[in-house]
């Protein structure tokens, strides 16, 4: 088995889409179907049950993805372990605001037991840059937040958290159980600069102009709302602040929280980097 049909076998296997993993591989949907088929001419058995509305593991393709996992993760770690070994085995990874998601700590301690040897480089970035440099080639690999454009990128959701309205403790909304957005109708938001990603503004203006401060970290969203009395969205199970508080939004989506790098990246610390980020937050 070749490692790299592996990579397409785990990638229809996550998604369990063909299309979607075509556009995840960025490669057309028909030779990623005649890889499949080979595969399962080489296993002998198929690994998929195929339907209109997409396809799902067979109990021979549950025990291939694992051990593929496993595979492409040793395949990986030889790579990283080798190029640790002639001094460059340097990641840099982009962080979304403050850098205090509990996921990412896991993650640090995850990465760092599967490759001591690596240097990491974090760069945490401000709220106007949803792709925290990749764009600019400044980090390899992101963990933040969408929606943003992916052009050029590849992404993969890690979690999806709710949001809730930021408000002053003493603002009469606070003792509310729930809010629609309707109800925040009339009030000053704190904003994101022109030029900020449109689809990264749009949600977290709840899909609406709104007018008010405009603000680049999260201190200054908080304290904007401190000082002001502004609105603003934010993921529920942050610690608002002294003062703050978060009252559940009901009728806005979830924030997807997100790894993305630069597609066609096949740098083997990205892609550890990746695997590691996925097994941690599906645990």
């Known amino acids: 088995m070749e490692l790299r049909t592996l990579r397409y076998f785990v990638a229809v296997a996550e998604e369990l889409h063909f299309g979607r993993a075509a556009a995840r591989l960025h490669m057309s949907q028909p030779p990623l179907s005649r890889a499949i088929k080979r595969l399962e001419h080489e296993t002998g058995a198929p690994l998929f049950d195929r339907s209109p509305s997409g396809v799902a593991l067979t109990p021979v393709g549950t025990v291939l993805l694992d051990e593929a996992r496993a595979v492409l993760d040793r395949a990986d770690q030889a790579r990283v372990r080798v190029a640790a070994a002639a001094g460059h085995a340097t990641l840099t990874v982009g962080i979304l605001g403050d850098g205090g998601d509990p996921d990412a700590a896991r993650l640090a301690r995850a990465y760092r037991r599967r490759h001591p040897h690596v240097e990491v480089r974090v760069r945490n970035t401000d709220l106007t840059d949803p792709t925290c440099g990749l764009r600019a080639g400044t980090v390899d690999v992101a963990l933040t937040r969408g929606p943003f454009d992916e052009t050029g990128l590849t992404v993969r959701v890690l979690r999806a958290d709710p949001v809730g309205a930021l408000l002053r403790a003493d603002d009469p909304l606070a003792r509310r159980t729930g809010l629609a957005l309707g109800e925040l109708a009339g009030r000053d ?6 030029g900020t990603d449109p689809l990264w503004r749009s949600y977290w203006n709840g899909g609406q102009e709104r007018r ?53 990246d096949t740098d083997p610390l990205v892609r550890s980097f990746v695997r590691a980020a996925v097994a941690v937050h599906r645990e």
């Open 189 to 194: 938001w704190f904003r994101f600069p022109e």
């Open 212 to 264: 008010g401060p405009v603000v680049r970290a999260v201190q200054e969203c908080r304290q904007a709302v401190l000082w002001n009395g502004t609105v603003g969205m934010t993921p529920l199970g942050h610690d608002p602040g002294e003062g703050l508080t978060v009252v559940p939004l009901t009728d806005m989506p979830p924030s997807r929280v997100v790894v993305a790098w630069r597609a066609g």
